[in-house]
């Protein structure tokens, strides 16, 4: 599967303004606070710094070579100068606990987004996803923005805030000194530029091999009984060590330069800060621009401080670029267009009045129908819910350039069991997909109830229709939670008629908790076929008009497929049904089998009419012809 999400995009800086509006508009108010909190910390370390040559040239050198120095005025330089430090300290402490404030705050945030848009999304957009892929998103991706949110963004802050403020101060001490400063920070842009450039190219691309990592190993756990019956340990291995090491060097890339820059940057800082010492005595010895000791040390104090910012920002670069590269793919995964719904036909319950017309009901009546607006003339009419769903010229393809189902026209009347069959491919799960809407036809239409079902919402249909798959998915919660899953609202009692009725509560009540069974790991405590029964049952809670059975009873062995059988007549009973098997004995009593073929009928009738036809249902039936 493709890993759409995995593409970097070009416009980091977009990503940048995105991700801080996140922080701004979920925390303003704390967030200005820690605006706050940074410049007192920024200028209580600027004042620290600024205060030495003070110290220095009008109480510490008057009073060398003193018989009876008066150390007061020093001790209240000294007290203002502590005082300044403590409110730098309260501050640095403040901003630092309301960023792990927002940091958490802000992730939860997106979390609950990604989510909610996640529900909105396509089955189309999860068929080109991996579970993993999607994983990293929740995982790896938000970690880095935990990071990048508690450390990096106060950190830049305050880093680019006391540049600032020291470049103003170095300015006032000695503008002489300062274009130097200035030609060694231009020196350190390059560098910075350079191998931050390098560094944020390998963190993306880390990024995008971690999420196909992650995607493979969640792929390899599902797969382990599989993996251990064919022996594919080694070649698993192999592939899982190809996907590694493409990871390494991807990783190893950018942390290489990423470790480099720091280094590099505080070796400029050195030789600016011997610089500035040799420049300093010569412009002293030289009496160049009223330079004093106190104004050398308090500079030299100040080149540590104005490149100490551009350290911590290279420290946090690679942070930034691997959450910049996360937030490019949860952001991609945020702007996929949710699933188009432009139905306007609703499901509602309904009753007849003493005409005998159709009407709207608050309460459950036990009958429904389509409430229908028409725009034309702003009224409203209803039909009556039957289950009556027909195909005209009916053509579909996952891609325009490969198309599946071609020009298909067939019926199932209200309470019909329709059958197909065919060989894996010939359509027949496709059929079932596009009778539900998670995809939509190219071209023809479908009808449900005379309705054209483009034309019906989404969750209503959906909820007309009771669906029981092959491949079964249990939640983790008790047996019961996950039968009431079919309707929420359901009772006790309605949960065990249902089970009674899949035949399911023969086994749930050999159970030590019975219906209170906690199921966890997709019901990994139960056999195969007995997650099958909670399916059947789950969509018998339903009582849905309209059933989808995809080879709903092929995890189920004979004899409990004779058991079960029984049920799943009774949940048949009086509805329409879509059915398919690939046990030609289930489907013996339907009212209809079509046999498909490469996304065309070839073959229509009831089981005697087919076995009369002597052809390809006949050769399945008899066994001459084998299902692939």
Known sequence: MNNKQGKPKKNTMKTAGRLLKYVTSTYKKEFIFVIVCILLASFASIAVSFSMQSLLDNYILPLVGQTNPDFSGLYQALTVLASIFIIGVIGSFTYSRLMVKIGQGVLKRVRDEMFEHMQTLPIRYFDEHTNGSVMSLYTN????????????????????????????????????????????????????????GNSGKYFVRQQIDLADVTG?????????????????????????????????????????????????????GNILFVLTAILGGVLLLNGVGG?????????????????????????????????????????????????????YVTLVNAKKDANGNIVESETRTGMWAWKHPHQADGSVSYTELKGDVRFYDMSFGYTPEKMVLHDLTLYAKPGQKLAFVGSTGAGKTTITNLINRFYDVQDGKIRYDDININKIKKADLRHSL?????????????????????KLDATDEEVYKAAKLAHADQFITRLPKGYDTLLTGDGEELSQGQRQLLAIARAAIADPPVLILDEATSSIDTRTEAIVQQGMDNLMKGRTVFVIAHRLSTIRNSDAIIVLEHGRIIERGTHEDLLKLKGTYYQLYTGKLELS
């Open 291 to 343: 330079m004093t000791i106190g104004t050398i040390v308090a500079y030299l104090q100040f080149t540590k401080s104005f490149t100490q910012p551009f350290m911590q920002i290279a420290q946090q670069f690679n942070t930034i670029i691997m959450a910049l590269a996360g937030a490019e793919r949860i952001f991609n995964m945020m702007d996929e267009e949710p699933e188009v719904d432009d139905g």
């Open 466 to 486: 009771g669906i029981v798959l092959q491949d079964t998915h249990l939640f983790t919660g008790t047996i019961k939670e996950n039968i009431r899953y079919g």
């Open 141 to 196: 991706d938000t970690d880095t923005l935990r990071q990048m949110i508690n450390q990096s963004i106060p950190q830049v802050l305050m880093a680019s805030f006391t540049v600032v403020v020291t470049f103003i101060a170095m300015l006032v001490l000695s503008p002489l000194l300062t274009v130097l400063a200035v030609v060694m920070i231009f020196v350190m842009f390059l560098v910075a530029r350079k191998l931050g």
């Open 216 to 268: 493979y190993v969640e792929e390899q756990m599902n797969g382990q009984r599989v993996i251990k019956v064919f022996n594919h340990e080694a070649r698993s291995e192999e592939e899982f060590d190809s996907l590694n090491e493409k990871l390494y060097h991807s990783s190893s890339r950018a942390h290489t330069f990423a470790s480099i820059m720091g280094p590099v940057m505080g070796n400029i």
